[in-house]
């Protein structure tokens, strides 16, 4: 059952479940038709699905052809896409209201099996957008996941992914001493790269869930 976009019509189909498949183009030279018809009819990888749905986002696409084409693409679970992957379609989801999606479900799931090899970016990223997710229960699932990271990746956390991190437990109202203790221990050594709302973040942050640091 194929669907139609510009007046091209996909042929549907998963991503492919390995890192081969056809090459991607340069998606930020294309038009969202070519981009649309690209990643329906072609057997890519799930993380280059996963760059060109990012791209695609960014032009004018009604909303529902553009999550119709992520779910053919990407569910059930288990799509192979890599943490990146995963945080680039969560945060594209994000930004064009499709957060409460089952594609957005469906990646968070991957996540505990790949959570090993994600980076300090990619927590953040993804942080900040299941703070901002409805379905409560999910978004604490998914933070404790990525919070038993933040120990192994906290020295590649930058101002803004600290901030992020930082805001996303105040945001769902979750406080873990241990992290708080070794992202303020970077935002220390980092505290000439913070700019004023990354700080207004950071301090609200430990307001709101009583994290009191004199050094800090």
Request: charged share 20%; glycine share 6%; proline share 3%.
């Amino acid at each position: 059952s194929g669907y139609v976009y510009g007046g091209r019509r996909g042929a549907g189909g998963r991503t492919g479940h390995s890192s081969s498949g056809v090459k991607a183009p340069k998606f930020s030279s294309m038009a969202a038709a070519e981009i649309f018809a690209f990643l329906a009819e072609n057997d890519v990888s799930a993380d280059t699905f996963a760059m060109g749905f990012a791209h695609l986002a960014k032009k004018k696409i009604n909303r529902a052809e553009l999550e119709r084409l992520a779910k053919d693409r990407l569910l059930p679970a288990d799509s192979n896409l890599s943490p990146r992957g995963i945080a680039t379609v969560v945060s594209t989801c994000s930004r064009v209201g499709m957060l409460q999606s089952p594609v957005v479900v469906a990646c968070l799931a991957e996540l505990p099996g790949k959570v090993h090899s994600i980076d300090a970016r990619n927590i953040a990223t993804i942080l900040n957008c299941v703070s901002k997710m409805k379905n409560r229960s999910e978004a604490l699932a998914t933070l404790n996941v990525l919070l038993s990271e933040v120990p192994r990746t906290a020295r590649d956390f930058n101002a803004q992914d600290i901030a992020n991190t930082l805001n996303a437990m105040s945001n769902l109202k979750h406080y873990d001493k241990a992290v708080f203790e070794v992202l303020l221990s970077e935002a220390q050594r980092k505290a000439r790269d913070f700019n004023a709302q990354e700080i207004a973040n950071t301090l609200n942050a430990m307001s709101n869930l009583k994290h009191y640091d004199k050094a800090v």
